[in-house]
């Protein structure tokens, strides 16, 4: 099964990435630490924004502590390694796509953005996983990267999946396919750094 398929994502990532993130694995590491805690944070905001959503709370609440255990676990890699987390990382990638969301939206459409914006993060960075795991040398963090694949690649259809609830399916749908064609242009910027999402 190819990214595009698994993700729906339009521009698959050039694997060349890989290398360019195996160049610098203390960098690659530390930015992937700030986005495990930037995801936490992002669904705990989500919960502030639906409290009274009580199944959606209790899986955002889930999906919360597993990215602050996979925080957990690079920051063990960092520290297993000699490498010093450092200080979170601006993600412009994540800045861009936040421009996609228009203003003067009601309480719930502007919600249901959110959890498309989530979303979109969440598959491009379940596709960078997987491009990691099948193209560099390090057997020890393609082993990693793997299991975290498959540990977080319902989260993006997770996010979609509350988005369908908050609001008609065929309007979230739509809404989606501009949502996959803005990031594909969006990405089209990106691949030449040690980032996740670089």
Same mark, same amino acid.
């Given at each position: 099964?190819? *990214?595009?398929?698994?993700? =729906? &994502?339009?521009?698959? +990532?050039?694997? /060349?990435?890989?290398?360019?993130?195996?160049?610098? &694995?203390?960098?690659?590491?530390?930015?992937?630490?700030?986005?495990?805690?930037?995801? #936490?944070?992002? #669904?705990? +905001?989500?919960?502030?924004?639906?409290?009274?959503?009580?199944?959606? %709370? +209790?899986?955002?609440? $889930?999906?919360?502590?597993?990215?602050? $255990?996979?925080?957990?676990?690079? !920051? *063990?890699?960092?520290?297993? =390694?000699?490498?010093?987390?450092?200080?979170?990382?601006?993600?412009?990638?994540?800045?861009?796509?936040?421009?996609?969301?228009?203003?003067?939206?009601? /309480?719930?459409?502007?919600? %249901?953005? /959110?959890? &498309?914006? @989530? #979303?979109?993060?969440? @598959?491009?960075?379940?596709?960078?996983?997987?491009?990691?795991?099948?193209?560099?040398?390090?057997?020890?963090?393609?082993?990693?990267?793997?299991? &975290?694949?498959?540990?977080?690649?319902?989260?993006? +259809? @997770?996010?979609?999946?509350?988005? =369908?609830?908050?609001?008609?399916?065929?309007? %979230?749908?739509? /809404?989606? $396919?501009?949502?996959?064609?803005? $990031?594909?242009?969006?990405? #089209?910027?990106?691949?030449?750094?040690? =980032?996740? !999402?670089?």
């Amino acid at each position: 099964m190819s *990214e595009k398929t698994m993700f =729906r &994502l339009q521009l698959p +990532t050039d694997p /060349r990435w890989a290398n360019i993130a195996e160049g610098n &694995l203390e960098e690659i590491l530390t930015d992937h630490a700030w986005c495990e805690q930037k995801a #936490a944070s992002n #669904a705990i +905001t989500l919960i502030t924004m639906i409290p009274e959503e009580e199944e959606i %709370v +209790t899986e955002l609440l $889930e999906i919360a502590q597993e990215e602050m $255990e996979h925080f957990q676990q690079v !920051h *063990e890699i960092i520290k297993k =390694r000699g490498y010093s987390l450092g200080q979170p990382r601006k993600d412009d990638y994540v800045n861009d796509l936040m421009k996609f969301i228009p203003s003067g939206l009601s /309480r719930t459409e502007y919600i %249901v953005e /959110r959890m &498309l914006f @989530a #979303a979109m993060i969440e @598959a491009r960075s379940c596709e960078r996983f997987k491009v990691l795991t099948e193209n560099i040398e390090d057997q020890e963090l393609a082993t990693f990267y793997r299991e &975290l694949m498959i540990s977080e690649a319902s989260h993006y +259809t @997770a996010f979609i999946g509350y988005a =369908r609830q908050l609001m008609d399916v065929e309007k %979230v749908n739509a /809404r989606w $396919e501009e949502w996959l064609k803005y $990031e594909a242009k969006v990405i #089209a910027s990106y691949g030449k750094e040690e =980032r996740i !999402h670089g």
